[in-house]
């Protein structure tokens, strides 16, 4: 949003030194996740009997973070071990493969 109590939430994107291509890429995938991300919600609403909107109207103008994350692998490096095993996300939905 234009205005926030919550600036942090909206703070520019970062863009690694020696990745020229990484504004473009992760716009890009960004987008295909949100749009699965928006998918999903319209789907969840019909499903608890709400507008189709309901739940995605919402989500417009929020916070959605793109963002790897980060593993330390001197310290996790056991084949099969978790590396993100609990999290908490404060988001209405949140996606994500394996770390």
């Keep these: ?5 919550y600036e942090d939430l909206n703070a520019e994107p970062v863009t690694p030194a020696g990745f020229p291509s990484w504004s473009e890429t ?3 995938w960004g987008s295909h996740m949100l749009q699965a ?3 999903c919600a319209e789907m969840a609403a019909i499903g608890f009997g ?3 909107k309901a739940l995605t109207n919402l989500m417009h103008l929020g916070p959605h973070v793109l963002a790897p994350t980060g593993s330390d692998l001197r310290k996790y490096r056991t084949l099969g071990q978790p590396l993100a095993g609990w999290h908490s ?3 209405l939905l949140t996606i994500h493969g394996k770390s």
């Design 1 to 5: 949003p234009t205005g926030s109590q």
């Design 26 to 28: 992760m716009d890009r």
């Design 37 to 39: 991300v928006t998918s």
């Design 50 to 52: 709400m507008e189709c």
């Design 89 to 91: 996300d404060l988001n």
